[in-house]
């Protein structure tokens, strides 16, 4: 079975600067997904980013960008230039690829609550 | 695009009384999931469709919780009796599914319905 660890229940940080949060996984797999979604006080899970573990160069969706340690069996998430729209629960999520595409179970963390302060 | 319906937001109830949650996913999304979301808590897994068929339910606890998906769209997650650990936030997500185009496993959730049991 896969677990997923989030080392760091809560973290803030200031306004404009850059927050990086730690996630490790533990798998016997080699070909999955990493995700990192978040969770406004609304409750809402929003997707932040997607990794396809087969692919060495690190994904990047603007502000956001992840520290991918295939190795390692780590990654992380940065976010650069915080905004006070980025306080939410963050959570970092597994999913094992099956060929033919037909298993979709994500495996999450703990989560991280982010706080972005003025 | 509405996105992933739930109702109702929020339900109180009595322990031992039945309680039932819908869910209607984005439309053409074959996969469709229901998880459960503690308090502080990552979500957990209660059951899986592919269409109309449960293809992994291997964390819904059976003695009380039941689902169904009729024709492969909506969903509606139900229990009885409730007890006082089933207080959580009942999450549903659904996914394209069905293949192995990019976007096919990325999971989009709705707003989750929170119960509360006295």
């Known amino acids: 079975a896969q677990t997923v660890t989030q080392s760091q229940p809560e973290m803030s940080v200031q306004e404009a600067e850059t927050v990086t949060l730690s996630c490790t996984y533990d798998?016997?797999?080699?070909?999955?997904?990493l995700f990192w979604y978040k969770q406004p006080p609304s409750r809402q899970m929003i997707l932040v980013i997607r990794?396809?573990?087969?692919?060495?160069q690190n994904a990047t969706e603007n502000r956001f960008s992840v520290n991918f340690q295939k190795a390692a069996k780590s990654f992380s998430l940065k976010i650069s230039d915080s905004q006070l729209g980025d306080t939410a629960m963050y959570f970092c999520?597994?999913?094992?690829?099956?060929?033919?595409?037909?298993?979709?179970?994500?495996?999450f963390g703990k989560g991280t609550l982010l706080t972005v302060n003025p | 695009e509405a996105g992933v319906v739930q109702s109702p937001r929020y339900k109180i109830i009595e322990k031992k009384q039945p309680v039932a949650f819908w869910c209607n996913p984005i439309s053409g999304h074959n996969t469709l999931y229901w998880y459960l979301q503690n308090l502080g808590q990552g979500p957990e897994l209660l059951i899986r469709?592919?269409?109309?068929?449960?293809?992994?339910d291997s964390q819904l606890p059976k003695d009380r919780f039941s689902a169904e998906r009729l024709k492969g769209v909506d969903s509606t997650l139900k229990i009885q009796p409730a007890e006082l650990g089933d207080s959580a936030v009942y999450l549903c997500?659904?996914?394209?599914?069905?293949?192995?185009?990019?976007?096919?496993?990325?999971?989009?959730f709705g707003a989750g319905s929170r119960l509360t049991v006295l």
């Open positions: 997500a659904s996914s394209p599914g069905g293949g192995r185009s990019s976007g096919a496993n990325v999971l989009t």
């Open positions: 999520a597994f999913m094992k690829h099956e060929s033919g595409g037909s298993n979709y179970k994500l495996t």
């Open positions: 990794q396809e573990a087969y692919k060495q």
């Open positions: 469709y592919e269409n109309e068929e449960a293809v992994d």
């Open positions: 798998t016997s797999e080699s070909n999955y997904y």
